[in-house]
Structure formats: C-alpha cells, structure tokens
Nanobody
C-alpha cells in the first residue's frame, strides 16, 4: 500500500507562486510514474502534469505548460509541483497520484493506483 501526502497549498495572489510537495511512503518510489491532478468545484478532476520514473520525461496539460514544473527526488520519495504565474482559474484542490500501468508520463485519471488526500490552492485576482 502506498500513501501519498500533499503539502504546500494555500492562498496566493494572481501572478504569485507556490510549490506543492507530495511525500510517498510504502512501495518502491523510483518505480512509479507520478502525476498531479486538480479538481475545481463543480468540475471533473483533470490532469495537470506527470513525470517518468527517473524524472527524465514530463508531460503537462496545455493550460499549465510553461508555468508549472514537475520534478522528483527519488532519494526523498517526494514529487514536487512548482507553480508560477498563478491565475484565478488555477484555484482547485490538487492531488498527486501514482500511475497504475505504463511508463509514459501522461496519466489518465482512470489509470491511477493511488491518490493523495489533496491540498487546496486558491488564487485571488
């Protein structure tokens, strides 16, 4: 069983930055493809970005490309989401996830083995 714990959410003004951390326990962290998702009120959970097992490949949703960066530290069992130039439309609960099958850094929400509990990000205009 893998447990994921996100941290780093909060309230920030538009144009600001936040970094989300997701610490994992259980299993073999370096063997997992990891993803970040978000869910705004009344909307479906959507893919934000993903990272390969070694961290050499990443994938991003078009809405965050160029503003968000995913990285991982396999020695610390932690994946990060650096969010810059935040916009009010980035407001959502952010979740990290372990991909179930496949090595591509793109993660479909139906192909997730484990979810974190989520952390709220709110961006004011």
């Amino acid at each position: 069983q893998v447990q994921l714990v996100e941290s780093g959410g909060g309230l920030v003004q538009a144009g600001g930055s936040l970094r989300l951390d997701c610490a994992a326990s259980g299993g073999t962290f370096s063997s997992y493809v990891l993803g970040w998702f978000r869910q705004a009120p009344g909307k479906e959970r959507e893919f934000v970005g993903g990272i390969s097992r070694s961290g050499d490949r990443t994938s991003y949703a078009d809405s965050v490309k160029g503003r968000f960066t995913i990285s991982r530290d396999n020695a610390k069992n932690t994946v990060y989401l650096q969010m810059n130039s935040l916009k009010p439309e980035d407001t959502a609960v952010y979740y990290c996830a372990v991909k179930m099958y496949g090595s591509s850094p793109y993660v479909y929400p139906t192909n997730v083995a484990y979810w974190g509990q989520g952390t709220q990000v709110s961006v004011s205009s």
